[in-house]
T-cell receptor, first 115, second 118 residues
Framework: ETGVTQTPRHLVMGMTNKKSLKCEQH?????MYWYKQSAKKPLELMFV???????ENNSVPSRFSPECPNSSHLFLHLHTLQPEDSALYLC??????????????FGSGTRLTVV | AQTVTQSQPEMSVQEAETVTLSCTYDTSESDYYLFWYKQPPSRQMILVIR??????QNATENRFSVNFQKAAKSFSLKISDSQLGDAAMYFC???????????????FGEGTQLTVNP
């Protein structure tokens, strides 16, 4: 049991599709994050939510739309993606939006392929 | 802005031997936190070890230890008695001091892919 669960594990979508990634944590954490991990590149922070409020958006294109209905759930809605958006999308949580004293707890990611 | 540099994209070690992964960072802060994460093929990032900058003693977790050189802004990870299960991508990460409201996220290095040879 990782504490942070991401679904689906793999996703293949066409450029005109609409899909959503889901993240769920039962650790009592107050902050949740979306990261993009591409080959040969550092992790890219996309969005940060603290107590269900978006506190950071790192110039992410509007074709990525996050949603945090409560402190345990985080979604990433995808539409009209481009092939360069293919990557591993990681969700993480922490005690607070600063990363907490113990850093993040990560999910296993969703491997997204845009065709 | 803080930066974290891992200068070794790939490393390899023989099983049962010791390997050291390098990490340097840039910050003007005096009180911060450093982390090493491991990402095996299962893809889940797992916290390996953490260090508070105000503590001079190097952190140790079983076979994993760090060499924290604050003045040099260096934070290397030593894995002793390497095991096949240690094969993974290792990420170094920096966290600014508590209480910062902006830029207070973990900054990650580019990672080091560790191979353990039987």
């Amino acid at each position: 049991e990782t504490g942070v669960t991401q679904t689906p594990r793999h996703l293949v979508m066409g450029m005109t599709n609409k899909k959503s990634l889901k993240c769920e944590q039962h650790l009592g954490h107050n902050a949740m994050y979306w990261y993009k991990q591409s080959a040969k590149k550092p992790l890219e922070l996309m969005f940060v939510y603290s107590l269900e409020e978006r506190v950071e958006n790192n110039s992410v294109p509007s074709r990525f739309s996050p949603e945090c209905p409560n402190s345990s759930h985080l979604f990433l809605h995808l539409h009209t993606l481009q092939p360069e958006d293919s990557a591993l999308y990681l969700c993480a949580s922490s005690q607070d939006a600063g990363g907490g004293l113990y850093g993040y707890t990560f999910g296993s990611g969703t491997r997204l392929t845009v065709v | 802005a803080q930066t974290v540099t891992q200068s070794q994209p790939e490393m390899s070690v023989q099983e049962a031997e010791t390997v050291t992964l390098s990490c340097t960072y840039d910050t003007s802060e005096s009180d911060y936190y450093l982390f090493w994460y491991k990402q095996p093929p299962s893809r889940q990032m797992i916290l390996v070890i953490r260090q508070e900058a105000y503590k001079q003693q190097n952190a140790t977790e079983n076979r994993f230890s760090v060499n924290f050189q604050k003045a040099a802004k260096s934070f290397s990870l030593k894995i002793s008695d390497s095991q096949l299960g240690d094969a993974a991508m290792y990420f170094c990460a920096y966290r600014p001091p508590l209480g910062e409201t902006s830029g207070s996220r973990l900054t990650f290095g580019e990672g080091t892919q560790l191979t353990v040879n039987p």
